[in-house]
């Protein structure tokens, strides 16, 4: 099983970008699924959530401009960035709870984290 970003790039100010990230593998269920970001010199933060039955959250920095969205059918989960400033620079990366199957068995982990892709906001 895997996580799977993609979307990241350089950007000007203003700009929007719209990240991705799916999971695959023998995925029995997906319950919440997340984005954090982690800046040069600064500790990972929550950037926004979603459960499997759609409610969201989101860090006050970025309400407003970003939205959170998820393909359940396709095990994706999506980060719509708009009106984008210097300060969203930062590796972005997805993270699930979930559970799949392992040698034939059922393993249910919570935090699980994909690779990051980077964003990067600058004129």
């Known amino acids: 099983v895997q996580l799977q970003a993609s979307g990241g790039g350089l950007v000007q100010p203003g700009g929007s970008l719209r990240l991705s990230c799916a999971a695959s593998g023998r995925i029995l269920s997906i319950s919440a699924m997340g984005w954090y970001r982690q800046a040069p010199g600064k500790q990972r933060e929550l950037v926004a959530t979603?459960?499997?039955?759609?409610?969201?959250n989101y860090a006050d920095s970025v309400k407003g401009r970003f939205t959170i969205s998820r393909d359940n059918a396709k095990n994706t989960v999506y980060l719509q960035m708009n009106s984008l400033k210097p300060e969203d620079t930062a590796v972005y990366y997805c993270?699930?709870?979930?559970?799949?199957?392992?040698?034939?068995?059922?393993?249910?982990?919570?935090?699980?984290w994909g690779k990051g892709t980077l964003v990067t906001v600058s004129s």
């Open positions: 979603i459960t499997s039955s759609g409610s969201t």
């Open positions: 993270n699930v709870d979930w559970c799949y199957v392992e040698y034939d068995n059922p393993v249910c982990q919570a935090d699980y």
